[in-house]
């Protein structure tokens, strides 16, 4: 039985090494870590090209939030010491009426949205090539049926789902352009 037992822990402590694969927290490269200096990242506040008012402010914070969550960037607030500028931006935003009653009122609609991301070296100004430029999020919602909410906590359900990808995005490319491997 104490057998049984001691074999179990090994299998299962050598499977959380293959979880536990690159880049990690904090990313390695060849089981080397990334040094601290190519890891710092400024995240400009994301510009508004849009009508809806406030969404570039709070997306911005999310973005911070998600990448500081994942801890493979370190982020500063002092864009001189960044090695990375990270520039996104709102380049549309539409609300459409899914489901209509019957004096033409909307009871369900659609969010979406279309943000358009880059990374570029702060030292040389080159872009890095990440494999989408633009991330498009949708989320539905309802104000009458269903799990109601409003336009605006349907927003900010939307803008997490987004800061989401343009964080894991830029973290690919990023790696990428470092290791010439994709994670």
Not at 22 to 38: A, F, N, Q
Not at 91 to 96: A, D, E, K, M
Not at 111 to 135: D, Q, Y
Request: glycine share 6%.
């Amino acid at each position: 039985m104490k057998l049984g037992l001691v074999s179990f822990l090994l299998l299962a402590v050598s499977g959380c090494a293959f979880l536990s694969k690159e880049p990690g927290r904090p990313p390695k490269i060849d089981g080397v870590p990334v040094p601290d200096s190519k890891r710092l990242i400024y995240i400009q506040n994301v510009r508004n090209n849009t009508y809806s008012p406030g969404m570039h402010t709070r997306l911005t914070q999310m973005i911070m939030e998600e990448i500081d969550r994942r801890g493979r960037f370190i982020t500063t607030r002092e864009k001189t010491l960044a090695k990375y500028r990270l520039y996104a931006e709102i380049v549309h935003y539409q609300q459409v009426g899914d489901l209509m009653d019957l004096a033409d009122r909307q009871i369900t609609s659609e969010l979406f949205v279309v943000t358009r991301v880059e990374i570029i070296e702060a030292e040389t100004g080159n872009k890095i090539p990440m494999e989408r430029s633009e991330i498009p999020g949708r989320v539905h919602f309802s104000t009458q049926i269903g799990f109601r909410e409003s336009e605006l906590e349907a927003q900010n359900r939307l803008l997490r789902v987004m800061a989401l990808r343009i964080a894991e995005e830029a973290e690919r490319g990023w790696y990428y352009s470092l290791s010439g491997v994709l994670n």
